[in-house]
Each structure stands twice: as structure tokens, then as C-alpha cells.
């Protein structure tokens, strides 16, 4: 199946480990020109080395509004357009609600929320005039489903989930198309940090690995999922309970 994606643009955040990587690699797989950023300069240049076709990465923290501006402008002077857009910012610490400040919250509401903000504020209007374009926001089954232990993510993620949905139907008149993209337990280092031990809990008795969201990720950014908007795609091996 021909995707479409061949030199589209493609902006993917935190794309230098784990499932932003998987993304950013997908797409570049399928024709795509990639702009990248993480906060790490060093795994960022590693990554950007194993992109196969052409790429802008740049050392950023999507937290800070300037920088992602930056990044923003800066892959619009190189490329002249953005296409795709994936929001992606890791996940907050875990740990229990007695143990979390004010200052935990305030950090996971930047990290997750704030930073899908700043890149749709910057990106949308580009899409917008462009009558084209993939917004897409990698959360969490936590948005779904909460689980123990990750009350941040599991009081964030669902405050993007409203963003999506409304954004989607803002956007949907001028065919930019936006979702969420929520990863059950997948093969990552955050996995191994949190420590977790699912897969008696996961219908298919196994870890998700992040080339298999990527998949995922690569159709809903092509033209292939001209129809689908407003949603939230589950890659969790059937973990989530809920329909």
C-alpha cells in the first residue's frame, strides 16, 4: 500500500529513544523528510545518523514556548512546509498521590499538556492554510485506563485527549486531521524505569515493541487515514478493559 508520505514533512518531538525514534525512523522509512528534537543533543545527532533521508534535528525543550517556536520556524525555513506534526514528551515520574507536590503537577501539566499546546499553536496555522495536514499526540492508555502508581499521567493524559477532540473539529473544515495515539506497555526505557511487570495483565501475554506504535503512527500521518479524526488509536495489546 503506497502511504503517500514521500517527501512530506514530518515534525516529531522527543524523537531521540524510544517511541518518538520508532516514529520519526517509520515515517523516514516511507519517503518522509524528518525534523526532529530532544533535549539530548548527543542521542538526538545518533538518531538523525540513522535517518535515511533528510533531516533537521535540533536540540530543544518542548516545555520552553521560545524554543519551540524556534523549532517550529526553523523547519518551515528548511522545508517550506510541515505536514505531520507528532506531539511527544515522555511521561511523568511515578509514584503515589501522597508523595506528589504541587510542583510534580505543575511540571507534568508543562510536560504533557503545555507542550501539545505550544506545538499546535504553532503548527495548526501552517496546516491550516495549507488545507493539509496529520496532527498527532502520543499519550497514554493511562488517558483510558488509570494505572497504579502513575497519577500524573493518569490526571494529565486525559486533559489532552479533550485538546485532540476539540482541535479535530476545529481543524476538520480545512482537512487537518488530529489524534491521539495512546501506547499500552511497549519495549522502552521508560518501561524498564517504572519496572513494571504486565504481561500477565495484556490479552497477548507480551511487551508491545515501539516499531509496532510506529506502524500506527505511520498510517494515521498518511493518506491513507483521510477519515479518521478526533479519535484515540489504543496500540496496547488489548490491556485497556474499557471499549
Do not use: H
Not at 22 to 44: F, N, P, T
Not at 73 to 98: H, K, S
Not at 121 to 128: A, D, F, H, T
Amino acid at each position: 500500500m503506497d502511504l503517500g508520505l514521500k517527501d512530506r514533512v514530518a515534525l516529531v518531538a522527543a524523537a531521540s529513544q524510544g517511541l518518538g525514534k520508532a516514529v520519526a525512523l517509520g515515517l523516514a522509512r516511507e519517503g518522509a523528510k524528518l525534523a526532529i528534537c530532544a533535549r539530548g543533543g548527543e542521542a538526538l545527532r545518533a538518531t538523525a545518523a540513522e535517518i535515511p533521508v533528510e533531516c533537521l534535528a535540533m536540540p530543544i525543550d518542548v516545555t520552553v514556548e521560545a524554543q519551540v517556536k524556534e523549532f517550529v520556524q526553523a523547519t518551515l525555513r528548511r522545508f517550506g512546509r510541515i505536514d505531520i506534526c507528532v506531539a511527544n514528551a515522555g511521561g511523568p515520574p511515578a509514584r503515589p498521590f501522597e508523595e506528589t507536590s504541587l510542583e510534580d503537577w505543575r511540571a507534568a501539566v508543562d510536560l504533557n499538556l503545555l507542550s501539545t499546546v505550544m506545538l499546535a499553536r504553532e503548527v495548526l496555522p501552517v496546516m491550516k492554510q495549507q488545507r493539509w495536514g496529520r496532527f498527532l499526540t502520543i499519550t497514554s492508555v493511562a488517558a483510558m485506563q488509570p494505572i497504579d502508581g502513575l497519577v500524573l499521567s493518569n490526571g494529565v493524559r486525559p486533559a489532552v485527549t479533550g485538546l485532540v477532540k476539540t482541535l479535530a473539529n476545529e481543524y476538520g473544515p480545512f482537512n487537518v486531521l488530529v489524534n491521539n495515539i495512546a501506547p499500552g506497555f511497549t519495549a522502552t526505557e521508560r518501561l524498564k524505569k517504572l519496572g513494571a511487570r504486565p504481561e500477565a495483565e495484556i490479552p497477548l501475554r507480551r511487551i508491545g515493541e515501539p516499531e509496532e506504535f510506529a506502524n500506527v503512527a505511520v498510517f494515521l500521518a498518511s493518506e491513507r487515514a483521510s477519515y479518521i479524526t478526533g479519535t484515540t488509536i489504543l496500540v496496547d495489546g488489548g490491556f485497556t478493559k474499557g471499549t
